[in-house]
């Protein structure tokens, strides 16, 4: 498969089956927040999934990169080659889910070929 297939495919299914949820990264004072609309599929954790910190209070989110490059998110940063991303989301960013704030405590990139095709988040509160 594919980077663009992964997308696409992701894409799609996050259309029919996910949420709009809004990717919130703080920068210090409300004005200079920094958000974009993303879909989202977000699950709480399993039972077998709550382990060492992790609680009920947790859950797992889904989302794509293609809203976060299309706003241009988050904007000001600059893409600098060998250093992280500044496009992906990052401890301590926040995923807005059905109006309540919740922070993203693990981002884990998942990459075909070197493209980000989609992002597994671990978000509390």
């Not at 927040?33 to 992790?54: F, H, P, W």
């Not at 991303?85 to 059905?98: E, G, H, Q």
């Amino acid at each position: 498969m594919t980077p663009d297939q992964a997308i696409a495919s992701l894409d799609s299914q996050l259309a029919a089956h996910g949420e709009d949820c809004t990717l919130r990264r703080k920068e210090g004072s409300p004005v200079a927040d920094k958000d974009v609309t993303v879909r989202a599929s977000v699950r709480g954790l399993r039972a077998a999934e709550i382990v060492g910190t992790a609680t009920q209070a947790y859950s797992e989110a889904v989302i794509s990169m293609t809203q976060i490059l299309g706003a241009g998110w988050p904007a000001g940063h600059t893409v600098t080659p060998g250093a992280v991303d500044p496009r992906i989301p990052r401890t301590n960013d926040f995923l807005v889910v059905k109006g309540k704030q919740r922070q993203i405590m693990f981002a884990d990139p998942i990459a075909v070929a070197g493209v980000v095709v989609r992002v597994n988040l671990t978000v509390a509160g």
